[in-house]
């Protein structure tokens, strides 16, 4: 796996996860001020599953 972690970009993907968590979090508040909690609460957890993601990839890689 040391030949693997050479090629891929780490810093790269965890931005990857923290952006899109944020883009995730702020359609997150548009639904929830509109009154749509459903999607609002899915967005939330997807965006909490995400930032997730990203703390796992830059602890462990």
């Known amino acids: ?3 693997m972690n050479e090629i891929i970009d780490f810093e790269r993907i ?3 996860w923290i952006e ?3 883009e995730d979090f702020q359609t ?3 639904l929830f001020e ?7 609460l899915f967005l939330g ?3 909490v599953e995400k930032l ?3 703390y796992y990839v ?3 890689h």
């Open 58 to 60: 830059k602890k462990f």
């Open 34 to 40: 509109g009154k749509s909690y459903n999607w609002s």
């Open 20 to 22: 899109t968590s944020d």
């Open 28 to 30: 997150m508040l548009k």
């Open 1 to 3: 796996m040391g030949e």
């Open 52 to 54: 997730m993601k990203a």
């Open 45 to 47: 957890h997807i965006s």
């Open 14 to 16: 965890v931005n990857h």
